[in-house]
């Protein structure tokens, strides 16, 4: 484990230089120069097992930055290494250098030219950004990997990706018409076909150059290198010797953009990128085979492919178990399955006539059946099924990786690729690798071209090491056996570069080199990637590795759940906090971030909204988890979570719990801000303000007492405006209002009634907004239900505690929570539901209280916690709800989720419950959040970021809607940020019922 506080010492005879380094890139850059400790550790790791701590972090604000960015380091003779998402698996974009993240603003669109179809990309475009900017042309990019939604167009090209569809379309290099780039010694350098290049000057001289190492070499490449579509691994030597299945030009040009594709970044740096584009098909249909074994599954790919599908993908048992797990894609895969098959396969079929893919998916199921498997394939016409399945399929890593534990499926030879004939026997052989090492392996991806990701799960820390070298040798021999690939698709990086002079032999590994030592004589571009590389398991690169620490620490909540062991055999998990060491299950739910960056999509979901206000890697929930995981490793100041790096990480978290819905390996980053928040305050103490949003359950009757003189004083604008500053909060927002006491109003008024329900009533819709429990309580006792309310005579209010939660003060959440528990059991035990109209307050009891230690009585009040429209839901269906709605003069209801309910898939209810309303279209808004997250959006240094939040998508849209549409919103905060951003009145779903009440 390379350590930051190694690098930072001062007998690093190399801390002087670097630091001029830093102080002359921070003088002549625009863009951000960041070689503080937190910084390079959050860039010190990819996708892969490895970390590797970076001399330094540039985000060139433009084409000059990125320019002056390779000069000044040449100069310095310090290596630089591009990278984009950082999503790569192999290690290709973390190593001892200058790393450069082209993602934040070298990512725009050059030139486009529908006729001819191409375009013109600068490096740090997302895929899916490209494909929508598109997709009115008619037209895609179609090398479609699973991290579409995060991965940018350099770094496919730098690792040659392929995607599912390469069946039908290729891989990166079939696709790229050419790459404009900054050669090693500074010069630029238009990468093109070789028959239009100048006759003179740096490209030309290496054109030639190149081909004469090729022509040297010709019968190595004829002998050594692979015949399979899937080979990514080396230099693409054979641009002047076709001997791949699919060459690289359809008319057999040579193109030396088709060198640097798959070059890892050894060779230059990518400006511009000219890419092929394909028609959009119009029609698709898929058709899910199920199978009752593996084998079968792998066996008969060979027979589905000569049906010219677009796409066979592979699902496995394991994932689809994982899958399952998950509340997000539960749903989805329970549509693809008959009974429990052992594996699944995506048979696509895709073009311009439907009727003509209809035949195909008809044509697949009497395949199917002639095979001796009739009644297997779930047919999926419909786009929605499909793109949601899809879905599913793209997160398979992240899904894989969601295994609690510190075992986990380790990527190494995952991309082996062999020919469809061999592919079952293949996978046979290699399972019984597995199993003679005492570990299993799990199997996805793209069956139709022979490559598999396969993972064994294997606990690097323990023993882990040795096994993947054992298991990798054995996996090559096969692959030599079967003619295959050992790189098949991800690229070489730090986990496979040593076995490129396996698979291409001696003479070819020495090309290899000499093509490196004419592109890039100083080794200064990506160093020890693809040739003269490490071992792949060398173990100061692992991130954990054999000397991996968890510091001590005492966290508040319980973790016990992510301290397990598994069988990696059978699967059978240990009881929760028997696994180790009990205090180290939030460093294990820390370390279920993979890497993948999943979190940098921001086009659809919930995360992350302050990644997609400020493109931040700090910012991101990846890069968050990265600084909790230094932090609790020692890596960082040695303040562990009270640490100032942490602070600033977490610091524009919302605790929006969209990672907790959209991560597929289920990172809480609100639930690490409460731990971190907590241990800051045990350490630093609590400022004036944190104790006032903590406190406010306790002083909020006060306060509604003497709302007049509040008021009064809020019209005093520079008595006003002193306080607001005094406590930190932004002048440009008004003081919450109390007005009311909804549960001292209605003490003991509940009505008789043959069924109960407890209506717990928040802080919020007690004090504040009142009219909604109101509204809620008439609606719940027109339904024909006695109310019962949150309070005992004589004493306070329940609380969830949330206020406490969120400002550091654990142990009197803890308590509150408590007070709640041992009050509302009675009511859990005779079948009562306890009913709430806060998100983020009723949830708690479904969440926070889960981990505090109370046992199963948490569990049983989960169970029984609803919101107020899930609880109508509930009792609609099973036909206890006599409601009688009318029109309420709304053409339409503009609806706005709460992130907690869209956390916990709590939104479809609401939707649900407006639709009950006649005459009344119920159009839900596509927005993260909305930027208020309770107190955040009152804090002075929060208040900009809080409204870039809500003008990504909420308030343009509310702007934009006429006066016939009602806005609802569940949310407080939600409320008061619309009012505050757009002018406009949102409701809560209880007083539009109310409205509506017949």
């Not at 085979?289 to 492919?305: E, G, L, R, S, W």
């Not at 809480?668 to 944190?690: N, P, W």
Request: with cysteine; glycine share 8%; charged share 25%.
């Amino acid at each position: 484990m390379t350590s930051l506080k190694d690098n930072a010492r001062p007998r690093d005879a190399r801390v002087k230089p670097v630091t001029d380094l830093a102080a002359r890139l921070s003088r002549e850059l625009q863009g951000e120069v960041l070689f503080d400790n937190a910084s390079r550790g959050r860039y010190s790791t990819d996708a892969s097992i490895y970390q590797v701590m970076p001399v330094g972090v540039v985000i060139p604000r433009d084409q000059h930055d990125l320019k002056l960015t390779l000069d000044i380091a040449r100069d310095a003779r310090v290596p630089v290494l591009a990278r984009g998402a950082g999503t790569s698996q192999c290690g290709q974009t973390v190593g001892e250098a200058v790393v450069i993240d082209n993602s934040r603003w070298l990512n725009q669109i050059v030139e486009f030219d529908a006729e001819a179809r191409t375009v013109v990309v600068e490096p740090g475009i997302v895929l899916d950004h490209l494909n929508a900017w598109l997709k009115p042309h008619g037209l895609w990019y179609p090398v479609d990997v699973s991290t579409s939604a995060q991965c940018t167009l350099g770094g496919m090209a730098g690792n040659n990706s392929c995607g599912s569809r390469s069946i039908r379309y290729g891989n990166m290099v079939h696709n790229v018409l050419g790459i404009d780039a900054w050669l090693a010694d500074g010069s630029e350098g238009s990468f093109g076909f070789v028959d239009e290049l100048p006759a003179t000057g740096r490209v030309r001289e290496l054109a030639e150059g190149v081909k004469a190492i090729a022509v040297g070499v010709a019968p190595d490449i004829r002998e050594h290198f692979p015949k399979v579509l899937r080979r990514v691994g080396g230099y693409n030597l054979d641009i002047f010797h076709c001997q791949n299945p699919k060459p690289y030009d359809a008319e057999g040009r040579v193109n030396l953009a088709h060198l640097l594709v798959g070059s890892e970044g050894t060779l230059a740096v990518s400006r511009r990128i000219k890419l092929k584009l394909s028609p959009l098909p119009e029609h698709k249909v898929l058709g899910v085979v199920n199978f009752p074994t593996f084998y079968q599954a792998m066996d008969v790919t060979q027979h589905i492919v000569t049906l010219d599908p677009s796409a066979v993908e592979l699902v496995d048992r394991t994932m689809i178990e994982l899958s399952l797990e998950n509340p997000s894609f539960r749903p989805v895969i329970e549509k693809a399955l008959i009974g429990k098959p052992e594996a699944i396969l995506l048979v696509e079929f895709a073009g311009a006539d439907c009727d003509a893919q209809l035949a195909s998916l008809a044509s697949l199921n009497e395949l199917l059946a002639e095979l001796g498997l009739p009644g297997c394939v779930v047919d999926m016409p419909e786009p929605a099924e499909q793109k949601a399945l899809w879905n599913v399929r793209k997160a398979g890593l992240n899904i894989m990786m969601s295994m609690k534990g510190d075992g986990k499926p380790v990527s190494f030879i995952e991309d082996c690729a062999v020919p469809l004939e061999h592919l079952a026997e293949y996978t046979d052989k290699l399972t019984e690798v597995f199993h003679r090492h005492g570990t299993e392996g799990t199997w996805y991806a793209h069956a139709s071209v022979g490559t598999l990701h396969v993972r064994p799960i294997l606990d690097m820390r323990r023993g882990g090491a040795e096994k993947m070298r054992e298991i990798a040798e054995q996996a090559s021999a096969l692959v030599r056996e079967y003619k295959g690939a050992y790189s098949g698709e991800h690229g070489d990086g730090l986990c496979r570069g040593e076995w490129v002079a396996w698979q291409f032999g001696s003479t070819l590994n020495d090309a290899f080199k000499e093509v490196k030592r004419r592109f890039d004589p100083d080794n200064l571009l990506n160093p020890g990637k693809i040739v003269d590389t490490p071992k792949m398991d060398e173990e100061r690169y692992f991130r954990f590795s054999s000397d991996y620490r968890r510091i001590p620490l005492s966290p508040v909540f319980d973790w016990s759940p992510w301290d397990v062991k598994r069988d990696p055999l059978t699967g059978e998990q240990s009881a929760p906090g028997t696994g180790g060491d009990v205090t180290h299950g939030l460093a294990m739910a820390v370390e279920m971030c993979n890497n993948n960056g999943h979190c940098r999509k921001f086009d659809a979901g919930t995360m992350c909204p302050s990644y997609r206000i400020t493109r931040d890697e700090q910012h991101l929930t990846r890069g968050r988890a990265n600084t909790l995981r230094l932090a609790l490793s020692g890596q960082l100041d040695g303040e562990g979570l009270a640490s100032d790096d942490v602070k600033e990480a977490l610091d524009l978290c919302v605790s929006c719990k969209g990672c907790k819905r959209d991560c597929p390996t289920g990172v809480d980053m609100a639930k690490f801000k409460i731990e971190a928040r907590t241990a800051r305050a045990k350490a630093k103490g609590l400022s004036l303000r944190d104790r006032l949003v903590g406190e406010m359950p306790r002083y909020a009757p006060w306060a509604s007492r003497f709302s007049g003189l509040l008021s009064a004083a809020e019209r005093m604008p520079f008595f006003s405006r002193r306080v607001k500053q005094a406590l930190g909060l932004a002048e440009q927002r008004d003081f919450p209002k109390f007005r009311g006491n909804f549960l001292a109003e209605h003490q003991g008024q509940a009505a008789q009634a043959s069924r109960e329900v407890l209506l717990f009533v928040d802080t919020f819709n007690n004090y504040m907004e009142s009219e909604n429990a109101r509204a809620a309580k008439r609606v719940l006792e027109r339904a024909g239900y006695q109310v019962h309310l949150n309070v005992k005579p004589g004493e306070r209010p329940l609380c969830c505690g949330r206020t406490y939660l969120s400002s550091g003060q654990f142990d009197k959440a803890k308590a509150e929570a408590r007070r709640s528990l041992d009050h509302l059991m009675p009511f859990v035990e005779r079948g009562v539901s306890i009913v709430g109209l806060e998100p983020s307050c009723l949830l708690s009891l479904r969440d926070e209280f889960l981990q505090y230690g109370f046992g199963e009585a948490a569990q049983r009040l989960a169970e029984s916690a609803l919101l107020f429209e899930e609880f109508l839901v509930k009792a609609h269906d099973a036909g206890e709800l006599p409601l009688e709605l009318k029109p309420v003069g709304h053409a339409r209801a503009l609806l706005h989720g709460h992130c907690h309910q869209k956390a916990f898939d709590a939104l479809r209810p609401v939707e649900r419950v407006l639709a009950w309303i006649p005459e009344l279209e119920v159009v839900t808004i596509e927005s993260s959040c909305c930027g208020m997250a309770g107190s955040f959006g009152y804090e002075a240094e929060h208040y900009d970021a809080s409204q870039k939040m809500a003008e990504l998508s909420l308030l343009p849209t509310i702007r934009e809607a006429g006066d016939d549409a009602v806005l609802v919103a569940d949310g407080t905060s939600c409320r008061h940020q619309i009012r505050d951003g757009s002018g406009r009145e949102a409701m809560h779903v209880a007083r539009l019922l109310e409205q509506a009440l017949a």
